[in-house]
């Protein structure tokens, strides 16, 4: 069996969705299920180890520094180039350019597809587009993702919430909650002594840790905000937000102004 994959994300590009594609490549290869995967190319990116990935000439999103979009053409050329006698199913992951791409090259080869809807666009269009005023940005999000869930034959929701949600926006494609999972090589033990020590705190000093991507979306700024009521209980206590992304920068001026 062998799927093809298509995405406007992958590493890299450090996201969740990146995270879930090379975590469901590496599950499927070891049920002896051979993936393909289509995705952007990255300026400056060393070369890709991992086989069966086609990268696409891509440009820079306005705006956004960390993604790139995939010229149409190249994309298409890319697709129209595989032998679709051996696809036996298209997974669309991101619901830009990749996800009219694959839509396309499924129906033009009658091959089933599925999506999977890792992000919950109700509450991520305000933080990229704020001059769209929040209640206009919910209608269109989910007219945007009714017409989208349309176009393929099932969905894969990462979770039962999200499943909900879809529900409620009306979306009657069949979902299936598939969580993406996590390789039994992360659950290693950390060394809290040593980061400590590098970083020179107190052993016994109170900490609370933030991992993953600094997005606008993930909220952050509203656990800098309650993280403020513990100091006032536990004046020790330290916030520490380990990770990278767009929203750095304005968490970092957060917390200078909150000093002033």
């Known amino acids: 069996m062998r799927v093809l994959f298509v995405s406007d994300v992958y590493f890299p590009r450090v996201n969740g969705v990146s995270t879930s594609i090379r975590t469901f490549r590496e599950d499927l290869a070891s049920c002896g299920v051979e993936t393909l995967l289509v995705a952007p190319s990255y300026a400056g990116a060393p ?13 820079g999103v306005p705006g956004d520094p960390e993604d790139r979009r995939m010229r149409w053409g190249a994309l298409k050329r890319a697709l129209d180039s595989l032998d679709a006698r051996g696809i036996d199913v298209v997974h669309v992951h991101t619901p830009f350019i990749a996800h009219y791409a694959g839509t396309r090259f499924a129906r033009a080869t009658h091959t089933p597809c599925v999506a999977t809807y890792h992000t919950f666009f109700e509450e991520y269009l305000h ?31 990462p979770s039962e919430p999200m499943r909900r949600i879809l529900y409620d926006y009306g979306v009657t494609t069949p979902i299936h909650v598939v969580p993406t999972g996590l390789p039994p090589d992360r659950f290693g033990p950390g060394d809290g002594q040593r980061f400590r020590a590098r970083a020179g705190l107190p052993a016994d000093r109170p900490l609370v840790l933030y991992v993953g991507r600094v997005a606008h979306e993930k909220n952050i700024d509203f656990l800098i905000r309650s993280f403020a009521h513990v100091r006032r209980r536990v004046p020790a206590a330290l916030l520490v937000i ?6 750095r920068a304005s968490l970092q001026q957060h917390e200078l102004d909150s000093h002033r």
């Not at 070369?47 to 440009?59: F, H, K, L, M």
Request: aromatic share 4%; with cysteine; hydrophobic share 40%.
């Open 242 to 247: 380990a990770g990278e992304g767009p929203a």
């Open 127 to 157: 933080h990229y587009v704020p001059v769209l005023p929040r209640g206009l940005g919910r209608v269109m999000a989910r007219a945007f993702t009714r017409a989208q869930c349309r176009d393929v034959q099932a969905l894969v929701a």
């Open 47 to 59: 070369p890709q180890a991992e086989p069966g990935i086609t990268r696409v000439s891509s440009a």
